[in-house]
């Protein structure tokens, strides 16, 4: 494992309440630290909660969170980590309909479709539709899509304001 450090956030854009406390133990023991998340109602699904988590940890720690809540019924969430020291960073976004969706993200946000995946779209024949959807699918649209509900829900979510010191 590498020793250098990275930061990111795991965003639960929805939740049962039953399975709250399950996922911050699966977060903790991913991350080697108690997690105590703030639960707040998500509006855009009546019944259920939403919270976000900053964490700091090795590279490909974002990997771990997202595969060890990966499949969860009902349980939608996020998991971003920062570019870091040689290593680009990362988006992992599930869906109970969807599954998991993983995207390189560089150092300013943007994701990167990697090369193959570019030449594999190219080679619809001129098919503007079928580019469009291959495109779509390297980008990550369907979970983008499913996700933004629950995302804009969480806007008016509490804020932390983090400050660094020395």
Known sequence: MSGVITRGVLFVHSSTRAVCPHVEWVAGNVLGTRVSMDWTTQPAAPGMLRAEHSWQGPQGTGARLASALRGWVHL???????????????????????????????????????????????????????????????????????????????????????????
Not at 109 to 115: C, H
Not at 132 to 156: C, N, Q, S, T
């Open 76 to 166: 939608r969430y996020e998991v971003t980590e920062e570019a870091s020291f040689a290593v680009d960073g990362g988006r992992w976004s599930h869906t109970p309909s969807l599954g998991i969706f993983h995207a390189v993200i560089d150092v300013h946000g943007n994701a990167m479709i990697p090369e193959d995946r570019i030449l594999a779209a190219l080679e619809c024949g001129g098919d503007l539709i079928e580019l469009r959807h291959k495109l779509d699918v390297a980008l990550g649209r369907a979970w983008d899509d499913e996700l933004e509900p629950f995302r804009y829900a969480g806007a008016g979510a509490p804020v932390r304001w983090l400050h660094q010191l020395g």
